[in-house]
């Protein structure tokens, strides 16, 4: 037989943590090379000892100890494969978990043999993600995509502005309304219309309150 995977379980739970070393334990093909209650704990034994792949839990000593401890580890250590468990699966935790460089992510509670097979499926980088989690990575993928498309074309926009016209989008950031900004630059609501709507052609909005949810979704409001 070749050599075993070696395994690492993070979990604060000592009875859930005993439970899944045991089960890993008595595989012919791992071994368990350590095991922690915290995200502090696990990041010194990744230090000491080779390891193949964690198991890490994510809310330990704090609510995302496992998520900044896999960002650790992977400062010193590129190769181990993270593998999260949790009992959560909102979309803004798996993105969260994901974005920290693991390769997969279990809920507790799944079959014995389906967190052994992902384990062995990890240690082969043939991770295949669960339906769930494969559709909440894409649709962020497919959001960032979006964002960095949107933040290019904002910027090329901004750099057509007129001085006049970055006054003008200052002013609608501070929430002022079409009379409000009018008194401010001391010129007609006429001509404060007349601005905003070439404001609108640029940005390709068809309200101002378009161009200024662009700007904080992008948090880009610190150029004006």
Do not use: W
């Amino acid at each position: 037989m070749g050599e075993k995977i070696r395994v690492m379980v993070a979990e604060d739970m000592d009875l859930l943590r005993e439970d899944v070393c045991d089960v890993v334990g008595q595989q012919e093909d791992m071994e368990i090379v350590g095991c922690a209650e915290s995200g502090q704990e696990i990041c010194a034994l990744a230090k000491e000892r080779e390891c193949d792949v964690i198991l890490m839990d994510i809310e330990m000593e704090t609510m995302q100890a496992g998520v900044q401890a896999a960002e650790q580890i992977h400062q010193f250590r590129s190769d181990i494969r993270i593998i999260f468990m949790t009992a959560h699966e909102t979309d803004d935790m798996i993105t969260t978990a994901m974005g920290s460089g693991a390769v997969d992510y279990i809920v507790k509670g799944c079959d014995e043999a389906v967190m052994l097979d992902h384990i062995r499926k990890a240690y082969l980088n043939q991770t295949t993600l669960e339906p769930r989690v494969r559709q909440t990575v894409m649709q962020e993928y497919s959001r960032l995509r979006q964002s960095e498309r949107s933040l290019i074309f904002f910027i090329n926009n901004v750099a057509r502005l007129t001085p006049a016209e970055r006054e003008l989008v200052k002013l609608l950031l501070e929430g002022k309304k079409i009379s409000e900004i009018a008194k401010v630059r001391c010129v007609e609501v006429v001509t404060v219309k007349t601005q905003i709507k070439g404001l609108l052609s640029k940005f390709g909005c068809s309200r101002s309150k378009e161009i200024v949810q662009m700007i904080r979704q992008l948090g880009l409001e610190h150029l004006f």
